[in-house]
């Protein structure tokens, strides 16, 4: 699916851009395909099980899987990251924040493969970024953007695409299909830095928010995070 010129949408069970299993909607986190003059960029990568699935939509889309030079990953659950392991052995080098770099050496419970029946396959992230570091991929310049509390190692990419301020925010805005707050069960959840990285976000103006489940935000994101904000200061305090 294609939302600006050359980036797409490339995998999400929420719209059936792939499948995991029957009756299973949040095993396939949204995947993210950026084609730049350097090859293409991927945010996140989905379960594992869905990978061929992520590359036949790329070829549709004129990006063979081996046009991949980078997979950054938004945080460590499973749905977003269990396809790592894959991409890293075809020589993909795999991008991630500190906290989710350790997650998935480990590939422990804040994996979350308990939630999903499957086992996380662990790996080493080729970089690590740090909060609020700039960092180049082609000629594109992405800015990482800390944002714990769904889980400890969340992370927000943003960086200008056509024109427009784009926002790759993972699992820190819950879709609109399911409430306002992204999954509360992971093992290092935590309500009051989630509500810190919403006020961070909050004070972000973006033309396009990219979330880890759910419809794409383009008109007026910041709204959106407003209203999160609001209801996790009403619920939570």
């Not at 549709?60 to 950054?72: H, N, Q, R």
């Not at 075809?90 to 979350?112: F, H, M």
């Not at 976000?201 to 007026?220: E, Q, S």
């Amino acid at each position: 699916m294609q939302l600006l010129k050359n980036l797409y949408q490339v995998g999400g069970d929420l719209h059936g851009i792939t499948f995991d299993q029957p009756g299973a909607l949040w095993n396939d986190a949204n995947c993210y395909a950026l084609k730049t003059d350097a090859g293409v960029i991927l945010f996140d990568c989905g379960c594992g099980d869905t990978l061929d699935q992520i590359f036949e939509n790329m070829a549709y889309w004129g990006m063979p899987s081996s046009d991949i030079i980078c997979c950054i990953l938004t945080h460590a659950h499973l749905d977003h990251a269990g396809g790592a392991a894959q991409l890293q052995k075809t020589g993909v080098p795999v991008l991630a924040s500190i906290e989710t770099a350790d997650a998935i050496l480990t590939g422990d419970e804040r994996c979350c493969g308990f939630l999903y029946h499957k086992t996380f396959t662990p790996l080493q992230a080729d970089q690590v970024v740090a909060d609020m570091e700039f960092f180049q991929i082609g000629d594109l310049t992405i800015q990482a953007l800390y944002v714990p509390g769904h889980s400890m190692g969340c992370t927000a990419y943003k960086f200008i695409w056509d024109h427009k301020n784009v926002l790759v925010c993972g699992d820190l805005i819950g879709t609109l299909l399911s409430g306002d707050f992204g999954w509360s069960g992971s093992i290092d959840f935590d309500k009051r830095i989630y509500t810190e990285s919403l006020k961070k976000i909050a004070r972000i103006d973006t033309d396009i928010m990219l979330p880890g489940h759910g419809t794409a935000y383009f008109h007026k994101p910041r709204r959106r995070v407003e209203e999160v904000l609001n209801a996790a200061l009403m619920q939570w305090r």
